[in-house]
């Protein structure tokens, strides 16, 4: 059974950091994308943060690119979202999700397994 599992969100302040963790599992975690999404109230889910688990390769949105790094650790075939500088407009449900073949990114469309998400606000 393939499971994605968050953990990490919760409440900051601007200026704040949270580092988010997705454990994954019941699939084979090497040479796919896995791909941070978010999604405020009222608004598209959009692609924050994606790597290639083969090559390490990243892609981030232009809103987060300096500030949050997407990394790995494929012995534990976790992902990680290192948030740094966070703004009031990061607020969103954060999802993990894991596609086979990694066309573009930070498409969500793609994307076939999915996290439940986890819960980021940042207050001004």
């Known amino acids: 059974q393939v499971q994605l599992v968050e953990s990490g969100g919760g409440s900051v302040q601007a200026g704040g950091s949270l580092r988010l963790s997705c454990a994954a599992s019941?699939?084979?975690?090497?040479?796919?994308?896995m791909g941070w999404f978010r999604q405020a109230p009222g608004k598209e889910r959009e692609g924050v943060a994606a790597i290639r688990t083969g090559s390490g390769t990243t892609y981030y949105a232009v809103s987060v690119k300096g500030r949050f790094t997407i990394s790995q650790d494929n012995a534990k075939n976790t992902v990680y979202l290192q948030m740094n500088s966070l703004k009031p407009d990061d607020t969103g449900m954060y999802y993990c999700a894991a596609v086979s073949i990694c066309f573009s990114p930070l498409s969500s469309s793609p994307y076939n397994y999915w996290g439940q998400g986890t819960q980021v606000t940042v207050s001004s």
């Open positions: 019941g699939f084979t975690y090497s040479n796919r994308c």
